[in-house]
């Protein structure tokens, strides 16, 4: 709240005092008002933090639109600003465990599809990578759908042998 977004009387080639006069107003759609206009000195600033991925999903690029209306005369000026995504969400597991039971008649190099990690973040700050910790079985391998999302197979890297050790435990994180 209160951080500066533009000067709008300078984008307008008007002075603050113009603005004033002329009792200049934002108008949006939005039910929240996002957006203030400072009529003494034509700075927008932001009234109500955005999130956004609240407001727009996974659609590039995000855009709050409003109009600035004057009066005497009425003018009207249709403005966008665009919100950048910033790393605000952890990826999250939906099952904070799982079980896989697999056979021990399974070959090395058998992947295993595992669970994807929620990120609401887009672009460069959405879910990158998974890692693995440390283990003699197994490996993760990140792959990338057409669509850009990512997700991980678990590679078995050497035989399984129940008598010898009947449960792997390991932990999967996925990195933004």
């Given at each position: 709240r209160g951080s500066f977004?533009?000067?709008?009387?300078?984008?307008?080639?008007?002075?603050?005092?113009?603005?004033?006069?002329?009792?200049?107003?934002?108008?949006s759609d939005a039910e929240k008002q996002y957006l203030q206009l400072s009529q003494h000195t034509g700075d927008l600033v932001v009234r109500e933090q955005m999130d956004r991925?609240?407001?727009c999903g996974q659609s590039e690029p995000c855009l709050v639109r409003f109009e600035?209306?004057?009066?005497?005369?009425?003018?009207?000026?249709?403005?966008?600003?665009?919100?950048?995504?910033?790393?605000?969400?952890?990826?999250?597991?939906?099952n904070k465990e799982i079980v896989l039971k697999i056979p021990e008649s399974a070959m090395p190099e058998t992947r295993f599809l595992l669970e994807s990690a929620q990120d609401p973040d887009v672009g460069n700050n959405s879910l990158q990578h998974?890692?693995?910790?440390?283990?003699e079985y197994f490996h993760v391998y990140t792959r990338q759908r057409n669509?850009?999302?990512?997700?991980?197979?678990?590679?078995?890297?050497?035989?399984?042998d129940r008598e010898q050790q009947a449960e792997v435990a390991f932990s999967i994180t996925a990195v933004d």
């Open positions: 977004v533009a000067n709008i009387a300078k984008d307008l080639g008007l002075t603050g005092e113009e603005l004033s006069a002329r009792q200049a107003r934002l108008v991925e609240e407001l600035v209306l004057l009066e005497d005369p009425l003018q009207s000026f249709r403005a966008e600003v665009r919100l950048i995504d910033i790393n605000d969400h952890a990826p999250v597991f939906l998974y890692s693995i910790s440390s283990n669509d850009g999302r990512r997700y991980a197979e678990l590679v078995l890297d050497r035989a399984l």
